[in-house]
């Protein structure tokens, strides 16, 4: 929800003149009269059991204030190769962030906090990203050069990330298209954010080094859906190695976005793919309201090379009674300023995306770069207070800036604000505004955005540039010999789309596709039918419904795995049961993976029964169906009666012979 209550006139006006539709309603016509654009950065943790570029173990996580030690860190930024400083790394030296890393002996170590040079490159971690990169079909690199990257938001001690590109120009198909793979990179993994409030962030190194791929497709997405399509499949390829990690946290995305006219902008950290529809479709409005705000003011303001915000610091006792809030903040021995945007009038409460306005754009650089925490701003087009403000009795609603208008001695095509905070973070502030204002006569600006849940984004930081790339001095070039090459080609997993044609050949039910690709249970059917007189379609349905609803309605047991499946179908082929008892062993062993098969049977009420044992009440149902007559459907006779003795046959006789069996001797009477 927007921090800033929206004007609804104006919100409604401008949202219609920027022409946006929910994503349900939008159609490829939509897309294509945007001039719409997506790629994507899909990050991926490799299977290893030692981090990247040192010894300490892999997945071991802390909890809660679980911590051996604190390391405090302030951030400065470096020149690159060129001579030149990155904008990110600019951007971030603003906030005057207070890093703090909470350490843990078992899974950290020096190198970990920067205090000693990079062990040689986990092998293991390399030979599964060539493994992935060839399965993108990339050409592989003769050597990898390691290179740093510079990530001055704390969330690496070094103050850079240390990656290398393993495979360049590969690709993978779509339902209607192929899609273009930029390249294949290995790179550690950051640490884990605890807090980020102020000017002091907590992070904690656990899964700081971490080995990781990162997986970059050209933008050819030309469509929300395709977006995640594509992403899908590029999960369920690195899914397919059986070396990835995962989980929450496992598996993250980063998805690029621009339209005809705006810029790539990036939006990170999506945590669900299911999720890229909502974020790209909002995303490409957003660009489109921005390209309309500069359209605007470029009527509005004569020249914008001489545009320059306006500013006084104010005392609350010269406000009207609605602003009354502020006079409680300056008790609280904080700066008020009122600041006046000449020409802004009717911008402030511009649609941008569901929720939001162009305010928020204000609004969000104010609590990233002067870390002033929201509410952070009162406007002139507000018609409440920001969340977490109350006014007080009585006083008038919507809120009047007359006041605050008269002592800016503003125009009347201008728009005001009132920040609040330390006079340090003013200044900041300040200059964030009017950086921001002057970038809307350019449109869209170059920036990195943060996803949320509900398919907006936040801003979060400026987007970096190639100034924030440069060769890491402490690591040599490591050679990758054609031999070793071919033979991880020579053991390659089939293929994503071959699994989709191996599992319509094998007549698995099409709704199991999606649980049965992410969880890479195609080897677990594989293995079992293998050994087995199971068809591939019963042990597919059994994974892919039965032991989804399992995992749904329960959290995942410990001790349990899918070799237990394999284990209760040999069972069940060893006593000659029939495989629909499976089904109603797997509930059992799910939920207690170390009982025994025999102990499971027992469970579950099952007598070893002959088919003329099963079939000798027959006679008895069938008169007792009669007297009770529960239906005049003429088959409601034969439902009945397999109700009563499907219990005696599971595992006993195949349900469908039993039908069968039932239904000729009913007809014989």
Same mark, same amino acid.
């Given at each position: ?30 897309? %294509?009269?945007?001039?719409?654009? $997506? ?69 950290? $170590?020096?190198? +970990?906090? +920067? ?5 040689? *490159? ?30 001055? +938001? ?13 495979? *360049? ?28 409030? @102020? ?16 997986? #970059? ?22 899914? %397919? ?28 950290? #999506? ?43 104010? =005392? ?120 921001? $204002? ?33 060769? +890491?001095? =402490?690591?040599?070039?490591? %050679? ?63 994974? @892919? ?13 410990? @001790? ?72 005049? =459907? ?8 397999? @109700? ?26």
């Amino acid at each position: 929800m927007s921090d800033t209550f929206i004007p609804a006139e104006n919100y409604q006006k401008t949202k219609k003149l920027v022409g946006y539709v929910p994503r349900l309603e939008a159609t490829n016509k939509t897309y %294509s009269d945007l001039g719409f654009k $997506c790629g994507l950065e899909i990050h991926q943790q490799l299977k290893t059991d030692k981090k990247l570029f040192c010894r300490c173990p892999v997945g071991l996580y802390q909890k809660g204030d679980d911590y051996d030690a604190e390391v405090i860190r302030h951030m400065r930024p470096t020149l690159s190769e060129m001579g030149e400083y990155d904008g990110t790394a600019l951007m971030e030296r603003r906030t005057k962030k207070n890093i703090i890393y909470r350490i843990k002996n078992q899974s950290a $170590c020096t190198y +970990d906090i +920067d205090d000693t040079p990079p062990f040689p *490159i986990n092998r293991q971690a390399l030979d599964i990203a060539i493994e992935l990169a060839l399965m993108l079909k990339t050409n592989i690199v003769g050597e990898v050069h390691i290179t740093r990257k510079q990530y001055l +938001d704390g969330s690496i001690p070094t103050g850079f990330q240390r990656t290398a590109i393993v495979g *360049i120009e590969g690709e993978i198909p779509l339902k209607n298209k192929k899609i273009g793979i930029i390249q294949l990179s290995i790179e550690e993994d950051a640490c884990r954010e605890v807090s980020d409030i @102020g000017h002091q962030r907590i992070y904690t190194t656990d899964r700081l080094g971490t080995p990781l791929i990162e997986m #970059v497709t050209y933008p050819e997405m030309l469509t929300p859906d395709e977006a995640a399509e594509a992403g899908q499949y590029l999960r369920f390829l690195a899914r %397919s190695s059986g070396k990835v990690r995962t989980g929450i946290g496992a598996g993250r995305q980063d998805v690029n976005v621009s339209i005809t006219g705006g810029t790539r902008i990036e939006i990170k950290g #999506v945590q669900h793919i299911s999720w890229i529809p909502e974020l790209t479709h909002n995303e490409a409005f957003r660009q489109k309201a921005l390209l309309e705000i500069k359209k605007i003011l470029s009527k509005t303001v004569s020249d914008k090379n001489k545009w320059k915000l306006f500013f006084i610091d104010i =005392d609350p006792n010269q406000l009207n009674g609605n602003l009354a809030p502020l006079k409680k903040i300056a008790q609280q021995q904080k700066r008020i300023t009122a600041v006046n945007l000449p020409g802004f009038k009717s911008i402030l409460s511009f649609f941008t995306q569901p929720g939001q306005m162009f305010a928020n754009e204000l609004s969000d650089r104010i609590k990233v770069i002067a870390c002033l925490n929201r509410p952070n701003i009162f406007h002139s087009e507000m018609t409440e207070p920001p969340l977490g403000v109350a006014l007080p009795l009585g006083a008038a609603s919507p809120l009047s800036f007359d006041s605050v208008i008269k002592l800016l001695n503003a125009g009347d095509n201008d728009a005001q604000l009132i920040i609040w905070g330390s006079s340090e973070d003013i200044d900041t502030a300040l200059e964030v505004v009017e950086e921001r $204002c002057l970038m809307a006569f350019e449109g869209i600006p170059n920036e990195t955005r943060k996803s949320l849940a509900d398919g907006t984004t936040l801003f979060e930081r400026v987007l970096p540039g190639p100034d924030r790339m440069y060769p +890491d001095t =402490d690591s040599a070039p490591i %050679s990758i010999d054609d031999s070793d090459i071919e033979k991880i080609k020579n053991n390659l997993p089939i293929e994503v789309v071959d699994r989709y044609r191996q599992f319509k050949d094998w007549q698995i039910p099409e709704d199991t596709y999606f649980y049965l690709l992410k969880s890479n249970l195609a080897v677990v059917i594989e293995k079992i039918t293998n050994e087995s007189t199971v068809s591939p379609r019963f042990v597919g349905t059994l994974l @892919g419904q039965s032991l989804k609803y399992l995992e749904g309605q329960h959290s995942w047991t410990s @001790g349990f795995s899918h070799n237990k499946i394999y284990g209760m179908i040999k069972f069940i082929q060893d006593r000659k049961l029939t495989w629909e008892i499976a089904k109603e062993m797997l509930p059992l062993v799910y939920e207690h993976p170390n009982v025994e098969f025999e102990s499971a049977l027992a469970m579950i009420n099952y007598f070893p029964k002959t088919e003329k044992e099963i079939l000798e009440n027959l006679p008895i149902l069938k008169n007792k169906f009669d007297e009770i007559r529960i239906s005049k =459907d003429p088959g409601a006779s034969l439902k009945w009666i397999m @109700g009563q003795l499907r219990k005696q046959a599971i595992g006993n006789i195949p349900l469908k012979d039993l039908y069968h069996l039932v239904k000729k001797e009913l007809k014989n009477d």
